[in-house]
């Protein structure tokens, strides 16, 4: 299904140089993928095959609705009294820095009308090369706080449960951390693949190593909500078998990553410097 069905046709002319945004979906009062109530804009496109992904019908790239920032925006600035001073735009996916020209476009876009922008992502595009870096550079100017997953600290784990290894994950915490970037992290629980204690220390010990750009820290317990798109697209369910953690093991995977110690979030609509 069409998003803007009646908008269709402005993209086909629009200039060249204007950056189009695959879109698999939109939200318009999200309230877990950032702070406040957002719009949130699921953008087509991912590399990684996290086995937990719930979203495989995203990992295509290059098809969704083609939608302009212009039009975007001009559709999420209906909601914009249910914002308040803390809630924006979001952008989720897939993997949203897949699409960074179109990032760019959008936030730098958004920063002009005054709202605020949240860049949801698992940092597998991330790289110090360029011209890629450069944009990142440019988008970090215009994004107000990013959601970065920690899937797994050890590289080759994590290359074992989502194809990639994680060191430029960490490169690009770095470059947060060095240029005062703010950051929610999330780790997805799962169990035989994400909840080990020894693991979940590491990564507990790693995020004080780049507390001062931490707001927040959140446990994100496994579920089988996917489960039924893997039919559908007819994918083997990789996690089969696995039931979502027990309240217990959430709380448990809470107290080693220090989630409590991370309460920044809470002074915004203070929002750290962009
Ligand atoms: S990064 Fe996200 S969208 Fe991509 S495979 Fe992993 S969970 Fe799915």
Not at 14 to 28: K, R
Not at 190 to 214: M, S
Request: aromatic share 10%.
């Amino acid at each position: 299904m069409k998003i803007f069905e009646q908008e269709q046709s402005s993209v086909a002319v629009a200039e060249n140089t204007t950056p189009i945004g695959y879109v698999h979906s939109i939200e318009t009062f999200g309230s877990v993928d950032g702070p406040g109530i957002r719009y949130v804009l699921f953008l087509q496109g991912c590399r990684m095959r996290c086995q937990f992904c719930h979203n495989p019908d995203t990992w295509n790239q290059g098809v969704g609705d083609e939608l302009t920032a212009d039009q975007v925006l001009a559709d999420a600035e209906r909601y914009k009294a249910f914002w308040g001073k803390q809630g924006g735009i979001t952008t989720s996916g897939g993997e949203a820095l897949l699409q960074i020209d179109f990032l760019i476009d959008l936030f730098k876009k958004a920063h002009a009308k005054g709202i605020k922008t949240c860049l949801d992502t698992c940092g597998q595009p991330f790289t110090r090369k360029q011209p890629w870096f450069g944009k990142f550079e440019e988008l970090m100017r215009y994004t107000d706080v990013s959601l970065v997953d920690i899937k797994q600290i050890n590289p080759r784990e994590h290359k074992r449960l989502t194809g990639w290894s994680n060191e430029n994950i960490f490169d690009m915490l770095s470059y947060m951390l060095e240029n005062n970037k703010h950051v929610w992290i999330r780790h997805v629980l799962v169990p035989q693949r994400t909840d080990f204690d020894t693991e979940l220390i590491q990564i507990g010990n790693y995020i004080k190593t780049i507390a001062p750009i931490v707001d927040k820290v959140e446990v994100l317990p496994y579920h089988t909500m996917g489960v039924s798109k893997y039919k559908e697209l007819g994918i083997d369910y990789p996690l089969d078998g696995i039931e979502p953690p027990t309240q217990a093991r959430v709380k448990n995977a809470e107290k080693l990553l220090h989630t409590t110690d991370y309460t920044n979030y809470k002074n915004y609509p203070n929002y750290p410097k962009a």
